[in-house]
């Protein structure tokens, strides 16, 4: 498992293998494609396919809130992954949608990819852990993955 407050948690389940994974995915280890190594390391580690993945993403902070400088917007811009397809939106980066492009671009069928469009800034409905929302006191929420 993983704990977050407004970084992406992402939980790779292999249906074929019965392997598992747990990623904290903020906006460098999105950058880096954290979700991908994880993906590949369980391909190394236990022969993984893709195709077996299914994926959820958890309570983060959304594209419709997560505004970021330009030196962060330069370095996504910067990806060949992304190009041709608007992750900023006046200023406002889309994590979830970067790390669903890096799944499927690994072959992870995008049916097998569910979110659960919780934004951890705006979302009402539940109460949500949020760095950025919250004060000195914020806490942190515990996304998780088990096997019986």
């Keep these: ?14 249906k074929k293998n019965d ?4 990623v904290h995915s903020g906006w460098k280890g999105t950058l880096s494609c954290i979700s991908v190594k994880a993906l590949n390391l369980m391909k190394k580690e236990f022969g993984t396919q893709s195709e077996n993945i299914i994926a959820y993403i958890g309570p983060h902070i ?12 330069d370095k996504f811009n910067e990806c060949k992954t992304y190009d041709n397809i608007e992750i900023i939106n006046n200023n406002k980066l889309d994590l979830e949608k970067c790390i669903i492009i890096q799944l499927t671009n690994e072959g992870v069928k ?3 990819i569910t979110s659960l469009n919780l934004c951890t800034f705006c979302d009402n409905k539940y109460e949500l852990h949020s760095y950025r929302k919250g004060n ?13």
Excluded: H, W
């Design 110 to 112: 995008k049916g097998n």
């Design 62 to 73: 959304g594209g419709c809130c997560y505004e970021v400088g330009k030196e962060v917007q």
């Design 136 to 148: 000195i006191n914020y806490g942190r929420m515990f996304s998780f993955v088990y096997l019986k």
């Design 19 to 22: 392997v598992i994974s747990a």
């Design 1 to 14: 498992g993983v704990f977050t407050a407004d970084c992406v948690p992402v939980l790779l389940y292999d």
